[in-house]
């Protein structure tokens, strides 16, 4: 069986992922603050746990796996954006829900097990602020209830701070009430036009980090397996989850995930720099969902990366070349079912070996060029079984078209010839127990961003995306 390993960053290492209890299977990921379209940045992890949801699934079982993902409806971005519309809170955050839910689906995401919305859990909140203020954990001031950080002695642990450090790094100004400039807020008053609930500290609302301890508690209980974020969330969003959930006495989660961020020259995108664009902005000039998300999935999330044309125009060639092969074999329902009775809808091993080393995306997406290069029945039902993996096909009666001829960048015969040429070499040299030569061969190719792979005693190839035939030298 395929091991899952993970890079925890928590550990800050990369671990074999061993589930607390493999027939449940847990997993979080904080989402969105719901007042405005998702750009891109945001489905970038959205993505990512929908491929580690379908790969848990695949490793354990479709139905022991629960993925939680919250919408946060309550926040003050949230009150401005009604404020400033006039409109009703409610009608907003509806409204962007639908949203969010209709430009995701277009990326291929899967649903998960459990969206909850923070306002459907205030009372959960409410018990768990209570219980950190009885543990001496948390405090009233001025109607405001904060949580005490030099209480909780890893502090600070996960994003690797310090408290004084997080002190010096402290630029706005620090609310008078606080007994540390770093204690933040589990409940905070309302006033007239601002949401808010009955509570043993006066009508108010709460803070934003307590949402996820209480949902995640609620719907995961008291330990899970992974929980996951953008890296700016590390610090202090995650940080105080940790600290309120421990301090109420829950072990929380085992293993941390954080992307990296999309950038827009060399700048994280966000709402707040403005150098944003939507998902549904691509959507609508046209850029098909799955070719965005084959952008997305073609860098690892633990790396920065920017939308590029050129990426899209490569994305669009492979998914020509792909959906067009699908289609050509006859791949649909009925196919796929055959597969399965045959006993012969089975995972390529080393597209899985490859995809549960950390979520190697880009790694995955290099072993469908060459299974779909190959064209055996074997690494067909492979290359397939791959694509639905990865989410590029969701639903087999329903393959997407791509116009225009089969894309591409096919290398030239001439060069094809001399890789082949390579290869012959390489075989003869091995089969002659000549490994002096064949090391020497496989350097070329290797130095020429040759992928080769070896099914079944023979090798295939596909050109790597640094694929150079100058390289190739002469044969
Ligand atoms: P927000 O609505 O800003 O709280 O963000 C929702 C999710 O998107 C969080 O997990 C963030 O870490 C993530 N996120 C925000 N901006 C980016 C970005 N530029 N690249 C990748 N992830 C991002
Ligand atoms: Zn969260």
Known sequence: MTQIRLHNTKTRRKEDFVPIDPKNVRMYLCGPTVYDRAHLGNARNVLMFDVLFRLLRHRYNKKTVTYVRNFTDVDDKINARAAASGRDIGDITAETIGWYHEDMDALGALRPTHEPRATQYIAQMITMTDDLIEKEHAYVAEGHVLFAVESYENYGALSGRSIDDMIAGTRVEVAPYKRNPMDFVLWKPSGDGQPGWESPWGYGRPGWHIECSAMALDLLGPSFDIHGGGNDLQFPHHENEIAQSTCAGHDFANVWLHNEMLQVEGKKMSKSLGNFFTVRDLLDTGVHGMVIRLVMLGTHYGKPMDWTDKKKGEAENALRKWYGILQGHGFNPALIKALKVEGKWKADAEFVGVLANDLNT??????????????????????????????????????????GAEGGADVAPAVAAKVD???????????????????????????????????????????????????????
């Open 362 to 403: 880009s790694g995955a997406i290099s072993r469908l060029h060459v299974l779909a290069k190959n064209k055996t029945a074997a690494t067909l039902a492979g290359f397939a079984h791959g694509m639905e993996m990865l989410g590029l096909v969701n639903n087999w009666s329903d393959i997407p078209m791509f116009d």
């Open 421 to 475: 040429v390579l290869l012959a070499q390489r075989a003869a040299a091995r089969a002659s127990k000549d490994w002096g030569l064949a090391d020497e061969v496989r350097d070329i190719l290797n130095s020429a961003g040759v992928q080769v792979t070896d099914v079944g005693g023979q090798a295939t190839w596909t050109p790597g995306p640094d694929f150079d035939a100058a390289k190739l030298g002469d044969v």
